[in-house]
């Protein structure tokens, strides 16, 4: 309307209000939430789709709050962000998830979620190599998962950091792919290691142009030498043509669902004994 341009005025509604304190309360809460140790890891496991082995899996990140219960990353990570409060979670989930795969099958890889503000503070590549000799894992082992949106800023210390994890032999994944701008220039501007497609893809496959969208991204990391990976894979229709359209790997609740790092383990000694 009229008065969409008058944005100062927003600040001054009354719901507003209530939002930007209950935003507050939040970012009190996370701060205290760390030394507390309520967040929490989640593994997911991924699979390559040609062999059936799990090849991997993806730390993902849970904040079990007394007060508000178990909270998703969608609705903490931002805030943790904003407040800066990411770097040092961050460096606990990359520490965390390295422990955790240095039990695994030494062929599983390890992907870890970095954000934007992880890669701008300067410290990152420090903590990733502290997080890999306390672990003991090996650089190749580990995986880091950016969004588009990391390479959007197009900042020195960010494309500084990325190439000298990947001088380390570290290997980077290009996450969300598809949702953003740009994805075809990031893929130029900065080498990756991996695609995943955004699940919203895999989820419409049944549509026949998602379906030519999804078996183009996978010619293209074929022709790139990029591993691709589809994410979202909830039903054997979906493996099925991922298969056919050759997708190296899938990642999915078909799969499995994000669970403890003790039932990773125990699905792991379970598929080598059969
Ligand atoms: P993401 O990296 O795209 O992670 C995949 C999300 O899809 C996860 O949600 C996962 O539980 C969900 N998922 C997996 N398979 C399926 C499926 O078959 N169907 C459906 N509907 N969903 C599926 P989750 O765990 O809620 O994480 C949401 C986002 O939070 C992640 O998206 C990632 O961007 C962010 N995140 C999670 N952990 C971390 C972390 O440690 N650090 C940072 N910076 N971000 C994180
Ligand atoms: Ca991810
Ligand atoms: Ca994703
Ligand atoms: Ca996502």
């Not at 899996?57 to 800066?84: C, H, K, N, Q, Y």
């Not at 606990?92 to 599983?108: D, E, F, N, Q, S």
């Not at 909830?234 to 669970?259: K, N």
Request: proline residues 4%; charged residues 25%; glycine residues 8%.
């Amino acid at each position: 309307g009229k008065s969409e341009g008058r944005n100062v005025y927003r600040f001054f509604e009354p719901g507003m209000d209530a939002m930007v304190r209950e935003r507050q309360v939040l970012e009190t809460d996370l701060e205290a939430a760390l030394p507390r140790r309520e967040f929490e890891l989640d593994f997911q496991p991924i699979m390559n789709i040609a062999s059936g082995d799990i090849v991997g899996a993806e730390a993902l990140m849970r904040w079990r709050s007394p007060a508000r219960g178990l909270v998703a990353p969608d609705d903490f990570i931002p805030a943790a962000e904003e407040t800066g409060l990411i770097v040092q979670l961050g460096d606990w989930a990359l520490r965390k998830a390295c422990t955790a795969a240095a039990g695994w099958p030494h062929a599983m890889r390890i992907a870890v979620n970095v954000s934007a503000v992880q890669l701008k503070s300067g410290t990152f590549t420090r903590s990733v190599i502290s997080a890999l000799a306390f672990s003991g894992v090996p650089a190749d082992r580990l995986e880091l998962e950016i969004t588009e949106t990391v390479l959007m800023d197009e900042s020195d210390t960010v494309l500084k950091t990325l190439s000298q994890l990947r001088d380390l032999g570290i290997r980077i994944a290009l996450d969300d792919f598809g949702t953003g701008y740009s994805s075809l220039g990031y893929l130029r501007r900065f080498p990756v290691d991996k695609i995943k497609i955004d699940r919203s893809f895999i989820r419409d496959m049944d549509n026949r142009d998602t379906a030519a969208i999804v078996r183009t991204v996978i010619g293209l990391g074929a022709q790139l030498g990029i591993t691709v990976t589809a994410e979202g894979v909830e039903t054997e229709a979906q493996l099925d043509m991922l298969r056919e359209a050759g997708c190296v790997e899938a990642q999915g609740y078909l799969i499995g669902v994000p669970s403890k790092a003790a039932d990773i383990n125990r699905l792991l000694r379970s598929a080598a004994a059969l």
